[in-house]
């Protein structure tokens, strides 16, 4: 009796066991998703598809035309593998060529790809290839080389991909520069080339992309959690967006082969025709040996938000599909698109501010002239007159007005983002001005200021006023010193001038030329800027 006692108990306790287990199974697949995500019921998702089909295969057959999405439900599918471990860090090899298609309006993308990669690996060297048309220019090279030393910019025509299919919405929206793509192709001499989209993220370790034969690719999913074989291909359809491929494969002859596949040579396919380059490598590549690596390595941000209830800690590549997070005002954004602009914004701060302070020990720190005491601010017409031996600022797009050349020039840029241009004309004035004045610029006119060779007439001195990261001062109230990231005053001249005076270690600021109606707005920042500044006197000299 004791033993069949000891057994039902050992029985009872191995069933309660089996219940908790089950439960927190469930709990673990009902958990609820992070606001604005959603997670994958494969079960449920088939069991809806499945319903749909024989209705499907009904319009089919009486010959009605079914969109992409209905017809993959009627291919085969494959759920594609997520790797279950973090990805090896190994760095890649000498021989790794890395290569992207990107335009101005892709440079955002560009720049957090660049630096997430590089974060990923720092040191990173590996040579760098971006294939772009003739709106990056060479200020925005210059860019994108302090982005990643080594950098080198093709800016090519894209007059032989005006022809290209442009039926899709997905073909309308790229464009020909999607073409440009093939170019990777003719980097001949490399072991193997990674080509990257410019609107992904590096999030983890990428060695899988660079340890193995053949080419290496992710399967394409994104809206949907399933990949589909290609009726055309016979192969899994893959994304584009990440490829990586062997040294074996390049050379002239493959390039010529995609192109003529891009002019049209590829037979209709249900599954490809809506898209751009990703159809054309998908034809190019039935004749090589791939292989599907995790998507782990080309995640679709969609499938993160719909599938994965938005976990990212598994995910190496996050990739951005469709419209693009940069193109939308952040408070506009999805939970999804945040994912983009606060990892890129994070990327951009911490190389904006290291990259001043870099070249920060090069500012001015002594006024000029020497013995000048006064920094007097011209920030509009004013019946005054300078007192003697004050050094003079003045707006740069003042300089047409009459007066006496300053010692001072502020070059008032709009505070945006990304590289800044000299506005026309600017550079004929400036050059023009004598004696030579100091100039004071934004650290987003440097590379611009380099291409127009000024160093070499110009003392330039660089303050960080700039985009996403100068909060407005009538909204902050809050003013911080000369060695970061300036707040927008109440106009970009009196922030910079004032900022410049404060470095150079000025005791007295007299901003002339301040019209007494202003609206309160202007005076409440220009009343915080005056209480951060505590270094100095600032005196206002109206009108």
Same mark, same amino acid.
């Given at each position: 009796m004791e033993d069949r006692a000891e057994l039902l108990r050992q029985r009872d306790e191995a069933r309660a066991a089996r219940d908790e287990a089950r439960r927190q199974r469930d709990a673990a697949r009902d958990a609820p998703a992070r606001p604005g995500f959603t997670t994958l019921d494969a079960?449920?998702? =088939? =069991? +809806? $598809?499945a319903r749909l089909r024989p209705a499907l295969l009904a319009r089919q057959a009486a010959g009605e035309a079914l969109r992409a999405q209905d017809i993959e439900m009627l291919l085969p599918r494959f759920r594609p593998a997520l790797l279950n471990r973090p990805a090896s860090l190994t760095p890649p090899p000498p021989g790794l060529v890395l290569a992207t298609v990107a335009n101005a309006a892709f440079l955002p993308g560009l720049e957090a790809l660049l630096l997430s990669l590089r974060q990923t690996y720092p040191g990173l060297d590996n040579p760098f290839h971006v294939f772009a048309d003739a709106s990056l220019d060479a200020v925005a090279g210059r860019w994108l080389r302090r982005l990643y030393p080594g950098l /080198?910019?093709?800016?090519?025509?894209?007059?032989?991909f005006a022809r290209m299919p442009a039926q899709s919405s997905n073909q309308r929206r790229i464009g020909p520069i999607a073409y440009l793509g093939s170019e990777a192709l003719g980097l001949a001499g490399a072991e193997r080339v990674l080509?990257?989209?410019?609107d992904l993220l590096v999030t983890g370790g990428l060695a899988p992309l660079w340890q193995g034969e053949g080419v290496i690719a992710c399967a394409d999913c994104g809206e949907r959690e399933f990949g589909v074989i290609s009726p055309v291909t016979g192969r899994p359809v893959v994304n584009s967006g990440v490829l990586s491929l062997p +040294? #074996?494969?390049?050379?002239?002859? #493959?390039?010529?082969?995609?192109? /003529?596949?891009?002019s049209g040579g590829t037979p209709p396919c249900p599954v490809l025709d809506r898209f751009a380059d990703q159809r054309v490598w998908n034809h190019f590549l039935r004749d090589h040996s791939v292989t599907l690596a995790p998507v782990n390595f080309n995640c679709n941000a969609k499938l993160a938000a719909k599938s994965l209830g938005g976990r990212l800690e598994a995910v190496s590549i996050l990739h951005f599909t469709g419209a693009k997070p940069w193109m939308r005002p952040e408070p506009e954004q999805t939970a999804m698109e945040r994912w983009w602009s606060d990892a890129a914004?994070?990327?951009?701060? $911490?190389?904006?501010?290291?990259?001043?302070d870099a070249w920060a020990p090069a500012r001015r720190a002594a006024p000029f002239p020497a013995d000048s005491t006064v920094a007097w601010i011209q920030a509009g017409p004013c019946a005054g007159a300078p &007192? &003697?031996?004050?050094?003079?600022?003045r707006a740069a797009s003042t300089l047409e007005e009459p007066g006496p050349v300053p010692q001072h020039v502020v070059l008032d840029v709009a505070t945006g983002a990304g590289p800044a241009r000299l506005p026309d004309g600017w550079a004929e004035r400036l050059w023009a001005l004598r004696p030579r004045p100091v100039l004071w610029a934004p650290f987003r006119l440097r590379e611009a200021l380099e291409e127009a060779n000024a160093p070499a007439a110009f003392e330039i001195n660089f303050l960080l006023l700039e985009q996403p990261f100068a909060a407005s001062l009538d909204h902050s109230g809050a003013w911080t010193g000369p060695d970061g990231f300036l707040p927008e005053g109440p106009s970009v001249v009196l922030g910079l001038?004032? #900022?410049a005076a404060q470095a150079m270690g000025y005791p007295t600021v007299v901003l002339a030329g301040l019209a007494e109606q202003r609206e309160e707005r202007f005076r409440f920042a220009l009343d915080a800027m005056r209480d951060g500044i505590s270094s100095c006197d600032i005196l206002l000299t109206l009108s």
């Open positions: 079960f449920a998702r =088939e =069991e +809806g $598809r /080198q910019l093709h800016r090519l025509a894209l007059d032989g080509l990257l989209d410019a +040294g #074996a494969m390049l050379g002239a002859a #493959a390039k010529a082969r995609w192109l /003529q596949l891009a914004r994070g990327l951009l701060w $911490r190389h904006r501010a290291d990259a001043y &007192p &003697p031996g004050a050094a003079v600022f001038a004032c #900022a």
